[in-house]
């Protein structure tokens, strides 16, 4: 089992080096005038070569990317070229703003998914209607249109909630959540679409399982059918499903951030992008990554553990 | 923000064939939403196309007069945003770059993913292990964080940006091809192919491509509509040239504006929602073209599964009798795809005494396990069942509750299911399973009791490690028994027994008998043997009802059935025994007497 996951975290190490690699070439073949954006339209040659000196990039792009690597094994991640701060303080400053519209989404999503597939699953009829629905909503209109329109009429219009904005918990819990609710309606919608109709698929084809008339020959409640056999069985596909959307949120969250003007990667990462600020970006890379990597190796794991034939051979 | 994984789950759900598709278009036509789409869609392209007939400004064009100009200012039909740049001429600009958009980001993702899904489904093996393993990752990635990231390589280009994240587009259309190839690979007509010499290439384009198109078709519209709107958002940030007009860029600057201006939102919005709006649901009235006219009906509610009398009864038939179950006229009927009705059973009399074996045969179809079923209450709900007697032991089935049915099935009748592995649920132990029928009747701990009590009386050596044993860690026999030790633990009355003997090797098949035999003689229990096998019948049964085409052809003692078959059908079925030498003829051992064979397993 440990040598199991010690070779997956190994694996994710050559992940990590192929994907920043990669980026790191990339942007650097783009070739995007660092110096000239930091040092101004009127900065002389001198000015922008002590600055390209400074920052390590007169030197060769091979050994450039080798110290940004052998830095990545020390956790130390390099500076941002424009405001100095260290990527890895940077980025952990940022997190919780994402992860808290992230998980959050994730809970609406997980919830109404697993309501709407069951009893749709068990009822039929005008449930499939509201889960078409939602499939249709979120395929229709974009994420920003979304966006738009609940910023306008919940925030603008009704002002239940503020438009823009972030207001940590340790400051307070409830404006905490009035600030990061509509974000997270709206990057649950794209979820709760195929979440919840992967959820009825599989409810209704254990449904129809010969084991489960067997338990209902035996006098077992509908209520344990559903929620304690079906579901269970069900749950495996819709957990790997629900795994993908995770990672997802987190480049939606990117443009959601940004309509609500949240201090998390969205905007951070947008602006390094425009100005070539590259040790953020391979910041934001490593993050992905690793995120791609964990996540994975837990949804095994946790099918695995599922799974009763998996987990003990 | 739709993710890539959604195209499975919308696009693989569809069985398609290949000949519905010759009307699928005309049906599309036929379809209003389908109809409007297309509509909708085709204007949207040319006005894109025609934008500079118009005779508007220059999009970019910006005059300090038009800034903010409302509705209806000359020569600014929409008016002007803050910028004081002509709306109307923008939106007009605008369509291009999201038809382009989506046409790139659906384009390339096509590509890659049928080409490499065409590659490794045909080819199989380690090609398909390394190209699917990179599919998945490539498909878990956050797409949106590299799209990001890689924008300086773009150089502002939103086409180039398209061909990125068409890549990350790419795996749904993959594995939808790949696992089509994988269906189709084996089918005769491919083999047929092969075996004519065609060439690999030749077979994949030809044949096999040939299957795969509706479903990339549909998924055209899902990946356009899934780039458009990620186009929309990235202009929306502000990334991509400011001299390209486009709604996403619209929007953002009006988004800028919400509080002054907040109508300058809904021209760029309203277009875009239609665009997408309109390409998605072309791709859902062809999917739905393709999948047949025949969808509707399944939507159609049908009557409660609860059976219910109908009809006047006659005074003989309202008679209780002492019989455990009595059954008049029995009639199930399914709803056709056609809107018409069958029934499958069509008017079953049949009686079980207390203690009684009663054997149900027929071939397959003959409606002897939809009989079985419609005594337990466990038919699918879109059955319908009437009856004019439908009693067990002195309550009428007819109109009972769920909650009332439910509390018979967990104590006057029991079930015993033909395939064993299949009837037990994968994720719990067989004692957990076993247990939670007796709950409601008795305490945890003396059901546990209980069930490792039936465990040693249905012949399983080792009660404990079985019942601790996840179903697919027992064999199909010792399965078999664990059923039947489910079936008898609440006492039953009645016992309903679908072909237990069926799915089991031959050796393992007669051990079953003897242990129902024994366990029938021991509890006194009626039994409803449901079989297509007269060695069976020999075996146990004392009475026996023969079923054909949803009828009961002949009822009457079993040794009357052997010996003088008054139908026809009955002699083809008792001929049907090829070793003569199962038909018993001494008496069935007396009740309490187990008997010999059982002893030992």
Redesign the interface.
Known sequence: MITYILRRLGAGLVLVFIVTAITFFLVHAAGVPVANNLAGPQATAEQIAAINAKLGLDRPVLEQYVTWISGFFTGDLGRSYFSSEPVVDAMASRLPVTLSVVVFAMIITLVISVVLGVAAAARRGPLDVVIQTIATISNVFPGIILGIVLVFIFAITLRLVPAVGYTPPTESVPKWLASIVLPAVVLSIGGIASLSAQIRGSMIDELGKDYIRTLRSRGVSERSILLRHALRNASGPAFTTFSLLFISLFGAALFVEKIFALPGYGTFGFTATVQGDLPIMLGLTLFAVCLVVVVNLLVDLVSGWLNPKARVS | ??????LD?VVL?EDLDSPKRAGAFRRLLRNPLGIGALITLTAIIVLGQSAPLFGVHEPAFSSLDAVNAPIGTPEYLLGGDQYGRDILARLLFSINVSLISGAIGAGVSIVIGTVFGLIAGYIGRTTDAVTSWVFN?L?????????????????GSYQIMMVIFGIFLAPGTYRLVRNMVVGVRSELYVDAARVAGLSNRRILSRHILFVVRGPIIISVA?LA?SA???Q??LA????GSTLVPSF?SM?GDA?AN??LH?EQ?VWP?LL??LL??SV??LG?AYRDALAGPQTPVRRK?TAPPLARREGASSAEATTPTAALLSVRNLRVRYPQADGGEKYVVDGVSLDVAPGEVVGLVGESGSGKTQTA?SI?G?L?PEAGVEADVLSLAGESLLGVS?KEM??????VV??I?Q?PM???????TVGN?LV??LL?SMSRREAKRTVLELLERVGIRDPDRVFAS?P??ISGGMAQRV?IA??V??RPKLLIADEPTTALDVTVQAEILDLLRSLQNEFGMGVLMVTHNFGVVADLCDRVVVMRDGRAVETGAVRDIFHHPSEEYTRELVGAILDEETVRTDPAPAPGAPSAKEATR
Not at chain 2, 1 to 6: A, F, I, L, P, Y
Not at chain 2, 236 to 239: D, E, I, Q
Not at chain 2, 406 to 411: D, K
């Open positions: 923000m739709s993710t890539t994984n959604e789950t759900a990752l498909m878990t990635f956050p797409a949106l964080v590299l799209v990001l990231v890689l924008y300086p390589v773009t150089g899902f509509s458009i709107g990620i929309a958002g929306f940030l502000g990334l996403g929007t988004f919400i509080y907040p939102l919005s875009l929602a997408t709006g998605i649901l859902n509610r079923f337990l466990l699918p769920p439910r509390r018979l099935r967990g104590g029991a079930y299911p395939e299949s009837n037990l649920d994968p994720s719990y399973q939670e029928g409601s996840y697919h860690q059923l489910g079936a633990a609440s």
